[in-house]
């Protein structure tokens, strides 16, 4: 059994940089990766699909460059093989790139299945069968989550995309359906009926986005609906079927009845399941809650001594940007002053479905289930100079206030460039300003960030 200072398993955005941290230390490091380097986020999740999410955008553009003045002569159309080409490209550099930095640092890598043997030891299985057997002083769970496929009758006998295998696509589906309207099922839905497909979405809730305020998810369908895109809410899919010619049929139970779909494509989006099925967990003494993910405190300590988990597989907020916090958590705790906790911390997203949904803090929903006090405000992007001159003036920003002291409790924006504008608010609250604050602050114009001393005039007018 080999002797290593840290264990990884995973090299996502939380084992990549945790593995240099302890390499450059000069600790000896084993980082186990089954698959590529730099994990969902880098391969299959946020580089790539923003990198198509581009394209669809320009073609979009294209089509409706008369809006502004400007001609094109005839129909766009969308080479997939070059979507699909430019995408690959930045995949390889920015995986390479994390490869070539672990290297360099001297992190030593194993590529390989790994599941747990004991406390802290590991065995990992090669492709070619070759097995090696690890044991940590510390080891850090960084593995990710994978697909959920739902138990719909036929499925498995469908031939299924999900979110890795729907960017390798070579043309363009004349009709994808999508099951499920959370953050990636929305994202494809919208690219791609931008590339030029018809699109169905079914989502089992009353709407989509199923933990954001209403208001928010009404005006995401009403734009996804303007722009043709075919949504059926609370639609249980009970049953697939698939013909010779590749057609798939989906039954589904509605509101107001049964329906039959069918479509050249299917995207299953149904959410997320840990990988931890392979780690023989209860072998190391690491508990899970009933879905498989891993139970940790506020340090992402697991219940086994010396064991840590990070990122996805914890279940909390699956975003690229909190797997890396978890690091930083992880690195304070372990090499810097201590104190670093994940409770408490602010959690800031964007949904890239054109126009953005940018959000930072409370929702209605959680001021409420907490009971939390709070005036909400809101501004439609109509009402902003710089959506106007733009001709992006669709969706809204809402901010909820402390109603006595202008704190501001939490902001979303959906509209152009929310996620930009989001980040302009997360800095103000981190800094403690304050609605006046920013009512009152001088702001470039014509800028997005200029329309938050409009936004937030709102607040306190009687």
Not at 232 to 241: F, K, P, S
Not at 243 to 250: E, K, V
Not at 366 to 380: H, K, L, N
Not at 401 to 407: K, T, W
Request: glycine share 12%; proline share 4%.
């Amino acid at each position: 059994m080999e002797s290593f200072d840290a264990v990884i398993l995973g090299s996502g955005q939380a084992g990549n940089p945790l593995a240099v941290k302890f390499a450059v230390l000069g600790r000896k490091v084993a980082l186990i990766e089954r698959d590529a380097i730099g994990g969902s986020c880098v391969n299959y999740g946020c580089s790539p699909t923003k990198t198509m999410e581009a394209s669809g955008r320009v073609a979009w553009l294209v089509r409706r460059s008369g809006d502004y003045g400007v001609r094109v002569q005839g129909p766009v159309t969308v080479d997939m093989k070059k979507v699909r080409q430019r995408k690959r490209a930045i995949v390889r550099s920015f995986s390479g790139g994390n490869e070539e930095k672990l290297k360099k640092n001297g992190v030593e890598i194993i590529r390989g299945e790994g599941r747990f043997t004991g406390l802290r030891e590991i065995e990992v299985l090669s492709a070619q069968g070759e097995v090696r057997r690890l044991r940590g002083d510390l080891v850090f769970i960084n593995t990710g989550t994978r697909p959920h496929i739902p138990q719909i009758e036929g499925l498995c006998s469908c031939h299924i995309l999900d979110n890795a295998t729907i960017m390798e696509l070579d043309e363009v589906p004349a009709h994808l359906m999508v099951i499920g309207g959370g953050y990636v099922g929305l994202e494809f839905a919208r690219m791609f009926r931008r590339f030029g497909s018809e699109v169905t979405i079914i989502h089992r809730s009353p709407h989509v986005l199923s933990r954001e305020d209403a208001d928010i998810a009404q005006t995401i369908q009403d734009i996804f609906r303007k722009d043709g895109v075919n949504i059926i809410l609370e639609g249980q899919t009970h049953r697939a079927v698939q013909d010779p010619d590749g057609t798939i049929h989906l039954n589904c139970t509605c509101p107001d009845g049964e329906k039959s779909i069918s479509g050249s494509h299917l995207l299953v989006a149904a959410g997320r399941d840990p990988n931890t099925d392979m780690l023989d967990l209860p072998g190391a003494g690491v508990e899970t809650d009933g879905q498989g993910f891993i139970v940790v405190d506020d340090r992402l300590r697991t219940s086994a001594e010396g064991v840590f988990a990070l990122g996805d597989v914890t279940g909390g907020p699956a975003f690229t940007h909190i797997a890396y916090d978890d690091y930083r958590v992880v690195r304070d705790n372990i090499f810097g002053p201590g104190g670093g906790t994940t409770a408490g911390r602010m959690v800031p997203f964007t949904v890239f479905i054109d126009p953005q949904l940018g959000r930072v803090g409370l929702s209605e929903k959680e001021a409420e289930s907490r009971g939390i006090g709070y005036e909400a405000i809101t501004m439609p992007m109509s009402h902003v100079a710089r959506a106007i001159e733009t001709d992006e003036t669709w969706g809204f920003m809402k901010a909820l206030v402390e109603p006595d002291s202008g704190r501001i409790l939490g902001f979303a924006c959906l509209g152009a460039e929310a996620g930009e504008l989001m980040a302009v608010v997360q800095m103000a609250m981190a800094g403690g300003l304050t609605a006046p604050d920013l009512k009152n602050m001088i702001f470039a114009h014509p800028t997005l960030a200029e329309s938050l001393n409009s936004f937030f005039s709102l607040w306190g007018r009687e």
